[in-house]
């Protein structure tokens, strides 16, 4: 039941109704007000009747946005992985709170949301945790993923009735950006690892781009998952950091993630190097070694923090003038590799552990410029003769 009085010392209506009851059984009694005129009164006092009555009405939230995300953040620590909630705080942390966390939950509108990523699309200069930092635009993928953690966060406030809807489901986020994988030519992964052969990378740099293996996969592989007899290895561990800390997961990417690799003699031969000149650093480095089972580390035995690797790797490429591309592209160098080599598209997406052929065609659908010469001039000499 709702009731308008008119507060003459304020001089705007107000709505009195019933909120339900306490947990003594008293009934709890709320106020809205500030109407300047008697019909708006009106009008929000009759569509909350009809909220009330039909079980829709939640009480305005007083929590702001910032402090809702954090609490939601913790409380969803224990179900993510470390990477995904790192990936989540750095984006609640460094783009959401800044611009809408001091937003009152129940006040946070769709053009509030539109705003923040009209704002993330141009570099800025903003504090955060008392440090001025500065970024540049996030690209419309990177924009996709903190709407992604926002939407997340308001869908369960919504689940739970702490807000009536979910704001974030009325934006459109920017569209993601076309992915394309960059690759060495066979010239340049000759040269790439001539010139890191004595370089502690070579050896992560080398697994990835002859194994096709993603980064983590690589620094997570051990010496129990090589068969130096069948020539095999198997790719069933990704290396992640959690707080600065190398922590082996024994689950890859994906199912279809964990898969046998067959290898070559040759590949088995610098592993069997590598591994005798593991057993020179112990010696050398005595108590200080690091012992453990991993393929890639330090000469020290230290595994590598997957972030300081690609880091290294690039600074590497830029000492050697090489081409300035990611880790992560020695294994699209990989895959082009093999489609130039026309290797079955099965055989080439189980060895890169993809779930579907379709993955590994739209994303490695290209091959080198000889290649492609060399197609162009049989369809040249079909037509003409040679």
């Not at 141009?122 to 926002?150: C, M, N």
């Not at 960059?182 to 010239?187: A, D, E, I, Q, V």
């Amino acid at each position: 039941m709702a009731t308008i009085k008119f507060n003459e010392k304020k001089g705007f209506y107000e709505v009195r109704y019933d909120a339900g009851f306490d947990g003594n059984g008293k009934r709890i009694q709320k106020y809205k007000g500030g109407f300047k005129k008697e019909r708006d009164a009106k009008l929000f006092a009759a569509q909350l009747t009809v909220n009330i009555s039909q079980g829709t009405h939640i009480e305005p939230n007083k929590m702001f946005l910032f402090e809702y995300l954090n609490t939601w953040l913790e409380e969803k620590k224990e179900t993510l992985s470390p990477t995904s909630y790192n990936g989540y705080e750095v984006n609640i942390r460094c783009h959401i709170n800044p611009y809408i966390g001091g937003i009152k939950l129940s006040d946070l509108r769709a053009a509030h949301i539109r705003g923040l990523y009209s704002k993330l699309q141009k570099a800025r200069e903003i504090k955060i945790d008392g440090e001025k930092r500065s970024f540049k635009p996030l690209s419309g993928t990177s924009i996709r993923y903190v709407h992604r953690v926002l939407s997340k966060a308001l869908e369960d406030a919504y689940r739970e009735e702490t807000i009536p809807k979910n704001p974030a489901k009325l934006v459109t986020p920017p569209t993601k950006n076309k992915f394309e994988a960059g690759f060495l030519s066979t010239k340049q992964i000759r040269e790439m690892l001539d010139k890191l052969r004595e370089d502690a990378l070579y050896m992560p740099v080398y697994l990835s781009v002859v194994l096709g293996a993603r980064r983590g996969e690589v620094l997570g592989l051990q010496w129990t998952d090589v068969d130096m007899e069948n020539k095999l290895i198997h790719i069933r561990h990704n290396l992640i950091m959690d707080n600065g800390n190398p922590v082996l997961r024994e689950k890859t990417k994906t199912d279809s993630s964990n898969r046998v690799i067959v290898v070559t003699d040759r590949l088995i031969k610098t592993l069997k190097d590598h591994k005798l000149k593991q057993i020179e650093m112990k010696l050398q480095h005595g108590q200080l070694y690091h012992k453990s089972d991993f393929v890639c580390t330090w000469p020290d035995g230290k595994p590598f923090n997957p972030s300081h690797l690609s880091r290294s790797f690039s600074l590497r490429l830029q000492k050697y003038g090489l081409p300035n591309i990611r880790f992560h592209d020695l294994r699209h160098s990989n895959a082009a590799l093999m489609i130039a080599q026309n290797a079955p598209m099965k055989g080439a997406s189980d060895r890169l552990g993809h779930s579907t052929i379709q993955i590994t065609n739209d994303l490695y659908g290209h091959t080198e410029r000889s290649v492609q010469e060399e197609i162009a001039l049989k369809i040249d000499q079909a037509i003409w003769g040679s």
